[in-house]
């Protein structure tokens, strides 16, 4: 079935075609919500969520962009909202100099390097993954990312900073990087 | 959206990629979510229809143990036979004659002519008011021509002294009121009936006097222009002489007595004639329904059934050794072999077929074949009795042989007596029975409508044991032994049964328990214990009709 196709069966509210997009999609934006959320299955209740919107929505999709990024933005910002509602979030968002991260080398599973890289991303603060992540991988501005958090820009940009340095030691640590990140021939270590 | 230097950053680059990479796989119940959220209509349309079905099967279930009374059901067709004779006046009006003409038949000759089954008609008429039935017009003939009326007028021969005239039975006859043949039943017109009369008092508030006459010229003008189709026109005018009207009570009389049926008319008003007409309106009716309107779809009589039944077995004892006979009971022990045997119930099951044959609508006879395979157990010792008589090869997995009873006691099992010494050990036997059975039988609906009903049944079961794998006492009790000639090959068995069933579409779904006892002892004579097997069975089956 064509992506067009599915549009079409969404926009007509049918299941088969909901199920298609569902089943193409869901699996990455799954992965979106994981980097957000606490643990899997908050990951999956942003997800749903996410989703619904996703569908009820789906009219005002105008095939100016990628479907996939116009989802993506619906999930990411699902997660936000629900990350909101979390008192404990918004907390760590004020903190401007985290306390070092207690992280065990047998804690983050040695599978394949993008899930230990995802899972050490979740180690971090979760003001700091949730700069990290609106940054460095969805790829939103410090300013939108204000806005989107409520916080200010500067705040972000602070948050950032700490939080890739944080993310860098953890590599290093899990030996997922081999060298400081002054020097950059590490990269040549990954990939 | 993104800042100009997002790819600048190798790090940013590298765990973009990364990330981008990965994959989790949600759970169902993520789309689960998803789906019943977006389809809350479904999810109504499903609520609603649960609710449905909940509140089908509630009246359903109380309507079957609290069935309602059917008195309402049988009052109403006799208003609504009223109201189509009413209805269908001027259509009647313009056919009458054809029914008018009709000869009249006794109820016997009307069966014979009516080719709907009795049933139906039994159903019809039950609807009928009560008063229908004394009387039964059909068209025989139903072309006739319509001067006939004239002849058989002339044939009839008018009493010495007239009888009066119901004013009632005029006003029908001229049709001037409308009233319904309901209401000439309900004041007491009968047929046969030599002074049935009315007086202007029933009438209401109609002046007597005025009412008389009106009636008396309706009734004459009913005879007249009856008559004047006839080529004997001076008979029909002496029929219509014998009218005579009286003021002074305000009665309507006639010279004529009012006859039910042409073979013997010789007698005959005003009143019988139009009572007559509003019977045959009421009964042309009948049997244009009957007659002309399609037959409904008839409906097979014959069905095949399946049924598959897990049984729970056992088994009842009796007879007496016949040396505890002789002495009487020792150590308390009176003889019985139920007294001396430890067992209990197995499971088994059966499963067969039966044609059935609908013989009314509640009561259906069926037959077929059924294969059961029936099981119990008992328990014994096992030992290397040197005393166990010739035949018994019972060898354990333990090199015993299986020789020896278990005596209850008190609900103890404890090895008997009567067996030797030496080293013992419990075991459980099964006690294996297949046959294969051909029970006929009955069922017969208790309670329910056509979908779910509530049926019982009964069957008796000529059946032939295809094998056996069990062990009979020998004599005196002391051991078990296997011997395949001391069973009996052919017996009978009785079963009843109770079960629930609901049609689906054209298959009818039963659930219900079963009960089955063999009457005849599973040994031959030569043995002096019986055994008769018990069979408790949860009874499943599907009924088709065959076409």
């Given at each position: 079935?064509t992506?067009?196709?599915?549009?079409q069966?969404?926009?007509?509210?049918?299941?088969?075609?909901?199920r298609?997009?569902?089943?193409?999609?869901?699996?990455?934006?799954?992965?979106?919500?994981?980097?957000?959320?606490?643990?899997?299955?908050?990951?999956?209740?942003?997800?749903?969520?996410?989703?619904?919107?996703?569908?009820?929505?789906?009219?005002t999709?105008?095939?100016?962009?990628a479907?996939?990024?116009?989802i993506?933005?619906?999930?990411?910002?699902?997660?936000?909202?629900?990350?909101?509602?979390n008192?404990?979030?918004?907390e760590s968002?004020?903190?401007?100099?985290?306390?070092?991260?207690?992280?065990?080398?047998?804690?983050?599973?040695?599978?394949?390097?993008?899930?230990?890289?995802?899972?050490?991303?979740?180690?971090?603060?979760?003001?700091?993954?949730?700069v990290?992540?609106?940054?460095?991988?969805?790829?939103?501005?410090?300013?939108?990312?204000?806005?989107?958090?409520?916080?200010?820009?500067?705040?972000?940009?602070?948050?950032?900073t700490?939080?890739?340095?944080?993310?860098?030691?953890?590599?290093?640590?899990?030996?997922?990087?081999t060298?400081?990140?002054?020097?950059?021939?590490?990269l040549?270590?990954?990939? | 959206?993104?800042?100009?230097?997002?790819?600048?950053?190798?790090?940013?680059?590298?765990?973009?990629?990364?990330?981008?990479?990965?994959?989790?796989?949600?759970?169902?119940?993520?789309w689960?979510?998803?789906?019943?959220?977006?389809?809350?209509?479904?999810?109504?349309?499903?609520?609603?229809?649960?609710?449905?079905?909940t509140?089908i099967?509630?009246?359903?279930?109380?309507?079957?143990?609290?069935?309602?009374?059917h008195?309402?059901?049988?009052?109403?067709?006799?208003?609504?036979?009223?109201?189509?004779?009413?209805?269908?006046k001027?259509?009647?009006?313009?056919?009458?004659?054809?029914?008018?003409?009709?000869?009249?038949?006794?109820?016997?000759?009307?069966s014979?002519?009516?080719?709907?089954?009795?049933?139906?008609?039994?159903?019809?008429?039950a609807?009928?008011?009560?008063t229908?039935?004394?009387?039964?017009?059909?068209?025989?003939?139903?072309?006739?021509?319509?001067s006939?009326?004239?002849d058989?007028?002339?044939?009839?021969q008018?009493?010495?002294?007239a009888?009066?005239?119901?004013?009632?039975?005029a006003?029908?006859?001229?049709?001037d009121?409308?009233?319904?043949?309901?209401?000439?039943?309900?004041?007491?017109?009968?047929?046969?009936?030599?002074q049935?009369?009315?007086r202007?008092?029933?009438?209401?508030?109609?002046?007597?006097?005025?009412?008389?006459?009106?009636?008396?010229?309706?009734?004459?003008?009913?005879?007249e222009?009856?008559?004047?189709?006839?080529?004997?026109?001076?008979?029909?005018?002496?029929?219509?002489?014998?009218?005579?009207?009286?003021?002074?009570?305000?009665?309507?009389?006639a010279?004529?007595l009012?006859?039910?049926?042409?073979?013997?008319?010789?007698?005959?008003?005003?009143?019988?004639?139009?009572?007559?007409?509003?019977?045959?309106?009421?009964?042309?009716?009948?049997?244009?329904?009957?007659?002309?309107?399609?037959?409904?779809?008839?409906?097979?009589?014959?069905?095949?059934q399946l049924?598959l039944?897990?049984?729970?077995?056992?088994?009842?004892l009796?007879?007496?050794d016949?040396?505890?006979?002789?002495?009487?009971p020792?150590?308390?022990?009176?003889?019985?072999p139920?007294?001396?045997?430890?067992?209990?119930?197995?499971?088994?099951?059966?499963?067969?077929g039966?044609?059935?044959?609908?013989?009314?609508r509640?009561?259906s006879?069926?037959?077929?074949?059924?294969?059961?395979?029936?099981?119990?157990?008992?328990?014994?010792?096992?030992?290397?009795d040197?005393?166990?008589?010739?035949?018994?090869s019972?060898?354990?997995?333990?090199?015993?042989?299986?020789?020896?009873l278990?005596?209850?006691?008190?609900?103890?099992?404890?090895?008997?007596?009567?067996?030797g010494?030496?080293?013992?050990t419990?075991?459980?036997l099964?006690?294996?029975?297949?046959?294969?059975?051909?029970?006929?039988?009955?069922?017969?609906?208790?309670?329910?409508?056509?979908?779910?009903?509530?049926?019982v049944?009964?069957?008796?079961?000529p059946?032939?044991?295809?094998?056996?794998?069990?062990?009979m006492?020998?004599?005196?009790?002391?051991?078990?032994?296997k011997?395949?000639?001391?069973?009996?090959k052919?017996?009978?068995?009785?079963?009843?049964?109770?079960?629930?069933s609901?049609?689906?579409?054209?298959?009818?779904?039963?659930?219900?328990?079963?009960?089955r006892?063999?009457l005849?002892?599973?040994?031959?004579?030569?043995?002096?214990?019986?055994?008769?097997l018990?069979?408790?069975?949860?009874k499943i089956?599907?009924?088709?009709?065959?076409?």
């Open positions: 079935m992506e067009e196709a599915i549009l069966g969404c926009l007509k509210n049918e299941a088969a075609a909901q298609e997009l569902y089943n193409r999609y869901s699996p990455k934006m799954l992965a979106v919500c994981y980097r957000f959320a606490h643990n899997r299955e908050d990951a999956e209740d942003m997800l749903q969520e996410g989703f619904i919107k996703v569908f009820s929505q789906i009219h999709f105008q095939n100016k962009g479907f996939e990024g116009w993506r933005r619906i999930i990411v910002h699902t997660c936000i909202n629900n990350l909101k509602k008192k404990r979030f918004n968002l004020d903190i401007v100099h985290a306390s070092g991260v207690q992280v065990r080398e047998e804690s983050v599973p040695s599978i394949v390097q993008a899930k230990q890289i995802v899972e050490c991303i979740r180690i971090l603060p979760i003001g700091y993954r949730t990290l992540n609106l940054y460095a991988i969805e790829g939103y501005s410090h300013k939108e990312i204000a806005d989107m958090l409520d916080i200010e820009e500067s705040t972000s940009r602070s948050q950032y700490r939080a890739k340095q944080m993310l860098e030691e953890i590599l290093i640590r899990k030996k997922i990087l060298k400081p990140r002054e020097k950059t021939d590490w040549v270590a990954i990939r | 959206m993104k800042e100009s230097n997002f790819y600048r950053d190798d790090f940013e680059q590298l765990i973009r990629e990364k990330t981008e990479q990965y994959k989790m796989y949600p759970s169902e119940r993520v689960k979510g998803v789906h019943n959220s977006l389809h809350t209509k479904r999810r109504w349309f499903i609520g609603s229809m649960s609710l449905l079905v509140g099967l509630f009246f359903a279930g109380r309507e079957l143990i609290t069935p309602s009374a008195t309402s059901f049988v009052r109403k067709p006799a208003t609504t036979a009223a109201s189509i004779a009413e209805a269908q001027p259509y009647l009006a313009a056919h009458l004659p054809h029914a008018a003409l009709t000869s009249f038949h006794s109820t016997a000759n009307t014979s002519s009516t080719r709907h089954n009795d049933a139906a008609a039994d159903d019809h008429s609807g009928l008011d009560p229908y039935k004394d009387i039964s017009i059909t068209l025989s003939h139903p072309v006739i021509d319509p006939d009326l004239s058989w007028l002339s044939r009839v008018l009493p010495d002294h009888p009066e005239i119901p004013v009632i039975a006003r029908i006859a001229t049709g009121g409308g009233r319904p043949a309901e209401d000439a039943a309900k004041v007491g017109i009968r047929p046969g009936s030599e049935a009369s009315l202007d008092g029933v009438e209401g508030s109609r002046e007597p006097a005025e009412a008389a006459d009106a009636d008396g010229l309706s009734a004459r003008s009913v005879l222009s009856l008559s004047a189709r006839g080529p004997e026109q001076a008979r029909n005018a002496r029929v219509s002489g014998h009218l005579a009207k009286n003021k002074d009570n305000g009665t309507v009389t010279d004529g009012i006859s039910e049926t042409v073979s013997n008319a010789s007698k005959a008003s005003a009143g019988a004639i139009a009572e007559t007409r509003d019977r045959q309106r009421i009964n042309w009716l009948h049997d244009y329904a009957m007659n002309t309107l399609p037959d409904p779809a008839k409906r097979g009589r014959t069905f095949f049924t039944a897990p049984t729970l077995n056992y088994r009842s009796n007879g007496v016949p040396s505890y006979e002789k002495w009487g020792i150590n308390g022990f009176n003889g019985s139920s007294q001396m045997m430890n067992h209990s119930p197995a499971y088994g099951f059966e499963f067969g039966s044609i059935l044959y609908r013989l009314t509640n009561l006879v069926k037959g077929g074949l059924l294969f059961n395979f029936a099981r119990y157990k008992i328990t014994a010792f096992a030992s290397n040197p005393g166990a008589p010739q035949g018994v019972l060898s354990s997995y333990y090199g015993y042989v299986v020789d020896s278990v005596r209850r006691n008190n609900g103890i099992s404890q090895r008997s007596s009567a067996t010494s030496g080293p013992v419990m075991q459980t099964n006690n294996d029975y297949y046959q294969l059975s051909a029970p006929i039988g009955m069922e017969l609906r208790v309670l329910g409508n056509e979908r779910l009903q509530f049926n049944g009964a069957t008796i079961a059946s032939y044991l295809l094998g056996t794998s069990s062990y006492l020998t004599d005196g009790m002391t051991h078990y032994n011997e395949p000639n001391m069973y009996r052919w017996n009978i068995s009785g079963g009843v049964e109770a079960f629930l609901y049609r689906v579409g054209n298959i009818r779904w039963q659930i219900g328990p079963e009960f006892y063999q005849k002892s599973t040994y031959t004579s030569q043995s002096f214990i019986s055994e008769n018990k069979t408790y069975g949860l089956g599907i009924t088709k009709m065959l076409p």
